[in-house]
């Protein structure tokens, strides 16, 4: 929601753009035992491959790709772990923003009643 406007909301068109956006994507250890179990893989196993330590050394953040995309987007807009993709995802952009994200973002403004 907009601080400036409280109804209003954006509805994501899956375009893809923030997947491409580097930092971190930080995973809770609910969103690890989901997101191994969903792609076949021990916990442990899932860790070791695609997480890393987050910049603030504080939490577990998902992989990137050498250009900062996420390991998991496939083509311009697919995600690998769409059901069960992390909150920090899901949350973009209602919950969370970062800079600058309205030039890449094709998310539609709407009003809620």
């Known amino acids: 929601m907009s601080i400036d406007n409280p109804d209003l909301r954006y509805l994501c068109q899956r375009c893809g753009n ?3 956006w580097p930092g971190d994507v ?7 035992e989901a997101i191994a179990a969903h792609v076949g893989m021990a916990t442990d196993d899932f860790v070791q491959q695609y997480t890393r330590l987050s910049a603030n050394r504080q939490h577990l953040s998902l992989i990137d790709n050498a250009d900062g995309s996420c390991h998991f987007l496939e083509g311009v807009n697919s995600c690998r772990i769409q059901p069960v993709k992390p909150a920090q995802c899901s949350g973009f952009p209602n919950q969370w923003k970062f800079p600058g994200w309205r030039e890449v973002c094709e998310a539609i403004e709407v009003t809620e009643p």
């Open 18 to 20: 923030c997947c491409r």
């Open 26 to 32: 930080i995973v809770t250890e609910q969103e690890v």
